[in-house]
């Protein structure tokens, strides 16, 4: 639900971001959106060490089981920050539709992802992770009607080369092009990304009914009943052990929730521009973390790819601030 909701709080965050103008708010406003990338940053690396074999001194996890208990602490992480006495108790039919859709969409989207991560590096996912952005603007120009000025394609385009041709093609290229095992947990990444780009579409209608710690806490927890149907369709044994839970706890507690609520104080010291584009690190951090803690080989195409998704978002920024009016 987090990496999914980010675009959704832009229209809103920015009704308050004239209460935030001092030099001290916009500085802590650039600590919390560095820190809300930098643990987000790490959700490709700790859920690489869950799911693949090579990477845990314990039995490797079913990326849905992974997700099941990832959908309940965080939906206990944002109970007690969606108390409020303006927060709303009862939705109408349709609201609740879409926040169940919400879930479900989430699930599909982590799942995808966790289970390309057990087929492609961590590196690679981070940086494919982008193509997110191509997706939602595609999906509000498709079904939304919005526009795409010329002046946005060519950081479009950018963003499209630094994300998907670079690190696919390479892949591709030292697969003799064919789908096997990497490549095919790269397009798995891909996918998830088109998942994640839909949970910010249906994040459109219901952001704008209750606070979105709230809708975040319903959408987990909306999430595991469809995450155990699944593991019941395709008899999952539930075999989580003691060991994993410190890394499902840190991405529940660190990733999915205090990153997601620092990217929103972030959003209300900062502003919506200043805060994606310092967001947009997350693919760094997560190349970097990669490396360091997985020993992920990090090649100039590596770099030259981040480095043209980077220019390219920042180019983009205007389009970003502007995706929920």
């Not at 998942?195 to 809708?215: G, H, L, Q």
């Amino acid at each position: 639900m987090v990496l999914a909701t980010k675009n959704t709080l832009c229209k809103i965050t920015n009704l308050e971001n004239k209460e935030f103008t001092s030099k001290k708010a916009k500085w802590i406003g650039v600590i919390l959106a560095i820190l809300a990338a930098v643990f987000a940053g790490t959700i490709n690396v700790v859920g690489k060490t869950l799911v693949d074999p090579q990477y845990t001194d314990v039995e490797s996890l079913n990326p849905i089981n992974v997700v099941l208990v990832l959908g309940i602490i965080t939906g206990l992480f944002f109970t007690p920050l969606a108390k409020s006495k303006t927060s709303p108790t009862k939705f109408d039919k349709k609201t609740l539709i879409f926040i169940l859709l919400l879930g479900i969409s989430e699930v599909a989207a982590m799942t995808t992802n966790f289970f390309g991560l057990s087929h492609t590096t961590a590196t690679n996912a981070s940086i494919l992770s982008n193509t997110e952005f191509i997706f939602a603007i595609m999906i509000a120009i498709l079904i939304f009607h919005e526009r795409l000025h010329k002046k946005e394609l060519l950081p479009l385009s950018l963003i499209l080369v630094g994300s998907l041709i670079i690190p696919l093609g390479l892949d591709l290229n030292a697969n003799n092009f064919s789908l096997d095992n990497i490549v095919f947990g790269d397009f798995l990444i891909l996918l998830a990304a088109l998942f994640y780009a839909v949970d910010i579409s249906i994040a459109r209608f219901v952001s704008r009914r209750a606070p979105v710690t709230r809708i975040s806490q319903l959408a987990a927890f909306a999430g595991v009943p469809f995450a155990l149907v699944l593991i019941l369709i395709f008899q999952i044994p539930f075999d989580i052990q003691l060991a994993h839970l410190p890394s499902i706890l840190f991405m529940g507690i660190f990733v999915t929730g205090l990153g997601y609520y620092f990217f929103v104080l972030a959003l209300r010291f900062l502003g919506a521009i200043r805060t994606i584009l310092i967001y947009s690190t997350t693919t760094v951090f997560g190349v970097m973390f990669a490396g360091i803690f997985l020993g992920e080989e990090i090649t100039l195409f590596d770099v030259s790819a981040l480095g043209i998704v980077i220019f390219g978002v920042y180019l983009l920024r205007n389009r970003l601030a502007k995706i929920e009016e």
